[in-house]
């Protein structure tokens, strides 16, 4: 039943709420019919209604639950680690980088001798030509229509490095999506003239790990419900939750609902305060306390057998840099007093019974837009996967996206995983990349005045449903 028709009738047989009946009502009304609550009605003798005696009324489905255990395990949460200090750090964060990626591409290109940058010859004989490989970090790149300079450096200096398109076209199309600051294995042929040209390249790329869970569970997959804006679709979310707790006639899609064990929501719980320009004309709920805790809320209606792990996005109360720790416990403790909630950092990697998971908010994908030649706002798949490629999370300095000054950099993606889980840009896409499963996870709110000067559409309503057995994936569309 639906709460303004509850009231209705409350007020039509001349009975008034308590703020406690009040609040229990509008968040239970749902369990309730409209012929219980009329019988109710006609017998009940107090001029006040209370929640003692909505309890005694409501009664709540409950489903026939399969008995699954939880095999949940953090591999690495950035909450923990994060130590911040001056812009000396960045000198530290950029050799860890380096560090850990040219190893990983020493391994993938498998030949005996990598060149340091300073020790290229100049030029060669006329007639002679010499293939040799290199590692650096992209240190700037210029686009031509018919080549492309990469500077590239390591521990010894740096180079340039040219790709003709006509000589190599794959390889100047490869070349034109590296983003600043990504670490990169080179083929190149050093000719006569004494030019560097690219003939191959070799990305760290992330592979596959192969996991699957013994059992079928199911994992929600979602991100960016921004509740305490106006444009949050708190109807279409409650309805979800009243599927989560079973309230479905679809048999299949009742099954799956009873094996759903996780849900997973990959930032933005919350619009934010004061996150872009007059955001406040759009706010529901102007208080991030009380969004914080309206939120609680609306996701404790969930059945109490569903863990939700929440990591933290631009909008919600963490620091703004990444990597990310948890959204602050001191905005919102009651996620954290309650044990069906796990706060983690952003990005984060996690394991659901045997299947790698890493969950990213997803800032840099905005970033990738403006910066890469002709992708477009809706080729999400495109920009994963670049991001899969170079093994890394945020990779350019002195974008939109900040970097905090960490010693050690902690946005590199691990070298296998089972899924990639992003949101931030209200797109959905669900596909494999390199045979993993990529999530881009949409959103819970329509177009904000904001996102309309930028051409931005979102893609709201579509929650993607995966079982850890198999990693199939439903998209149940309440959009309809």
């Keep these: 039943m639906e709460l303004n028709d509850a009231l209705k009738l409350i007020e039509k047989y001349g009975f008034l709420l308590t703020n406690d009946g009040y609040e229990y009502l509008r968040e239970n009304c749902s369990y309730i019919s409209q012929e219980d609550l009329i019988g109710f009605l006609t017998i009940h003798d107090n001029l006040f209604i209370t929640k003692d005696n909505l309890e005694k009324l409501i009664k709540k489905p409950v489903m026939s639950m399969v008995k699954l255990k939880y095999d949940y395990k953090v591999i690495f949460d950035p909450t923990n680690y994060l130590k911040g200090g001056g812009a000396d750090n960045y000198s530290y964060l950029f050799r860890d980088r ?8 020493k391994e993938i290109m498998r030949v005996k001798d990598i060149t340091s940058l300073s020790a290229l010859p100049l030029k060669k004989k006329p007639g002679e030509t010499e293939e040799v490989y290199v590692i650096g970090l992209v240190y700037s790149k210029r686009l031509w229509d018919d080549k492309i300079m990469l500077e590239v450096e390591d521990y010894t200096g740096k180079q340039r490095l040219f790709i003709f398109k006509k000589r190599n076209p794959h390889v100047f199309l490869e070349a034109s999506e590296i983003p600043l600051d990504s670490v ?4 190149i042929e050093i000719t006569p003239s004494g030019i ?19 059992d079928e569970i199911y994992v929600v997959f979602t991100s960016d419900l921004h509740i305490g804006s106006m444009k949050f679709y708190e109807d279409e979310f409650l309805e979800f939750i009243k599927i989560l707790n079973g309230q479905v006639d679809d048999f299949k899609l009742k099954r799956i609902i009873q094996k759903i064990r996780y849900i997973i929501i990959a930032g933005d719980l919350v619009e934010g305060v004061g996150v872009f320009p007059n955001q406040r004309e759009e706010l529901l709920i102007e208080d ?3 969004q914080y805790k309206y939120a609680y809320n609306l996701l404790r209606k969930i059945r109490n057998d569903i863990k939700i792990i929440i990591i933290p996005g631009n909008h919600d109360a963490s620091r703004k840099a990444l990597p990310q720790p948890a959204i602050f416990e001191e905005f919102a403790p009651e996620f954290y007093s309650d044990k069906r909630f796990v ?6 990697n996690i394991s659901l019974h045997g299947v790698n998971i890493y969950i990213y908010h997803g800032d840099f994908i905005q970033d990738l837009f403006t910066m890469i030649p002709r992708l477009s706002r809706e080729n999400i798949s495109k920009a994963l996967s670049i991001l899969l490629k170079v093994r890394h999370t945020a990779p350019t300095y002195g974008l939109n996206t900040l970097i905090a000054p960490e010693k050690e950099d902690l946005l590199i993606i691990p070298k296998e995983i089972d899924i990639f889980h992003t949101g931030h840009t209200h797109k959905l896409y669900v596909g494999k990349i390199s045979g993993i499963l990529t999530i881009n996870s949409g959103t819970w709110q329509s177009q904000t005045k904001y996102q309309k000067i930028y051409g931005i559409t979102p ?3 579509k929650v993607p449903i995966v079982n850890l057995k198999n990693l199939e994936t439903i998209v149940l569309n309440l959009a309809y």
Excluded: A, C, R, W
Aim: no cysteine; glycine share 6%.
């Design 98 to 105: 380096y560090n850990k990626l040219s190893n990983h591409i």
């Design 184 to 187: 990169i294995g080179f083929k």
């Design 196 to 214: 560097y040209t690219v003939k191959e390249i070799y990305y760290p790329n992330v592979k596959k790990s192969n996991g699957v869970s013994n």
């Design 288 to 290: 991030l306390y009380d």
């Design 343 to 348: 706060m983690l950092g952003n990005p984060v």
């Design 459 to 461: 893609d709201p309503l």
